[in-house]
């Protein structure tokens, strides 16, 4: 991960756009050659994420949501959970780890798409170092997806 904007901060208090997560697999993927084609319709070809964003849908990494990446939007814990559960998938690494969610207070708000990913974070200890709430709808900011990635990396011994 790098800085944001002309400063270089990491603010890392600030929530990650689906842009920019679909940039950070990307580049965790080694930024693979790709030829840009029009998938999805919030994306141009000269968005600093357009390579990205067609790799991750090629990859099956992010599937978009109603056709779009949703750029501009902020990315829900739940989801960038199961982002990394599926960028697992296609590194062919074992993603048969699951978590007992029955601790968690707010494990009937997550989404059912992503549960077995969440329960794939909390088995690997990627996600739930919270003794009470996962926030799985909860904005994942710049600082918990490094936290995740850092996770993601031990867990792997990558």
């Known amino acids: 991960m790098t800085g944001k904007g ?7 208090s600030s929530n990650m756009l689906r842009e920019d997560v679909a940039l950070l697999v990307y580049r965790m993927a080694g930024s693979p050659d790709v030829a840009y084609r029009t998938i999805y319709p ?12 067609v ?13 779009k990446l949703n750029t501009g939007s ?3 814990r739940q989801d960038f959970a199961l ?3 599926r960028f697992a998938d296609y590194m062919g690494l074992d993603t048969s780890a699951r978590g007992n969610l029955s601790s968690y207070a707010d494990t009937a708000s997550i989404s059912e798409y992503a549960k077995e990913a969440v329960e794939w974070a909390v088995g690997t200890g990627i996600m739930g ?23 993601f990396l031990q867990a792997y011994d990558l």
């Open 83 to 85: 982002i990394l559960y």
């Open 55 to 67: 790799w991750a849908y090629d990859s099956g990494v992010i599937t978009g949501n109603n056709g």
């Open 129 to 151: 170092q919270s003794v009470e709430y996962l926030s799985p709808l909860g904005y994942a900011n710049r600082a918990e997806t490094a936290a995740m990635i850092n996770r």
């Open 6 to 12: 002309n400063s270089g901060d990491f603010e890392p």
């Open 74 to 76: 902020y990315i829900y």
């Open 42 to 53: 919030d994306v141009d070809i000269n968005d600093y994420f357009a390579n990205a964003a």
